[in-house]
T-cell receptor, first 109, second 115 residues
Framework: GENVEQHPSTLSVQEGDSAVIKCTYSDSASNYFPWYKQELGKRPQLIIDIRSNVGEKKDQRIAVTLNKTAKHFSLHITETQPEDSAVYFCAALRFKLIFGTGTRLQVFP | EAQVTQNPRYLITVTGKKLTVTCSQNMNHEYMSWYRQDPGLGLRQIYY???????DKGDVPEGYKVSRKEKRNFPLILESPSPNQTSLYFC??????????????FGPGTRLTVL
């Protein structure tokens, strides 16, 4: 079955710096790759997603890149702010959504 | 308002006492799923349902049951809870995978403690 690995498990950055979170997946037929943000005590919420026929997608300060050949995708956050502090989950979908183990991002002022 | 609701939000119970966590969505979604979230392990799928009367095991189904008699409801049943089922549980729903954007909407979570 599908397996999704996510790195790093924790990431600390200074406000204004960039943050990158990487995920790899095992099922080459996976066709949809969302990223979820979970703030402390809250539910996960979708922040950006990408389909397998697209290599990159941007939404203001966040972007996702997909390398289908290598079966990995990454989340990029530029100009980080303290409110970006949260746990981020990547996921891959073929028939069902499989999540990575999460990255705790801390942005220090 | 489009949403996924879960009840109860918090529950403390004892080993062996059957319990049900309800989940309901009002978005006419076909796909519904239950996850448990534990520190360092992320979101692990317990069971999922592609449509009414269609359910399937996820990655960690042992000790859980589900049913999907109606499209909007997907209850999670613990017949004989044990302490290792202490966790944060999320219900989620979405349209089936064929859509261009298949956002999964999560409920608010149920924090379960089994003593």
């Amino acid at each position: 079955g599908e397996n999704v690995e996510q790195h790093p498990s924790t990431l600390s950055v200074q406000e204004g710096d960039s943050a990158v979170i990487k995920c790899t997946y095992s099922d080459s037929a996976s066709n949809y790759f969302p990223w979820y943000k979970q703030e402390l005590g809250k539910r996960p919420q979708l922040i950006i997603d990408i389909r397998s026929n697209v290599g990159e997608k941007k939404d203001q300060r966040i972007a996702v890149t997909l390398n289908k050949t290598a079966k990995h995708f990454s989340l990029h956050i530029t100009e980080t702010q303290p409110e970006d502090s949260a746990v981020y989950f990547c996921a891959a979908l073929r028939f069902k959504l499989i999540f990575g183990t999460g990255t705790r991002l801390q942005v220090f002022p | 308002e489009a949403q996924v609701t879960q009840n109860p939000r918090y529950l403390i119970t004892v080993t062996g006492k059957k319990l049900t966590v309800t989940c309901s969505q009002n978005m006419n979604h076909e796909y519904m799923s239950w996850y448990r979230q534990d520190p360092g392990l992320g979101l692990r799928q317990i069971y999922y349902s592609m449509n009414v009367e269609v359910t399937d095991k996820g990655d960690v189904p042992e000790g859980y049951k589900v049913s999907r008699k109606e499209k909007r409801n997907f209850p999670l049943i613990l017949e004989s809870p044990s302490p290792n089922q202490t966790s944060l549980y999320f219900c989620a729903s979405s349209f089936v995978a064929a859509r261009p954007r298949n956002e999964q909407f999560f409920g608010p979570g149920t924090r379960l403690t089994v003593l």
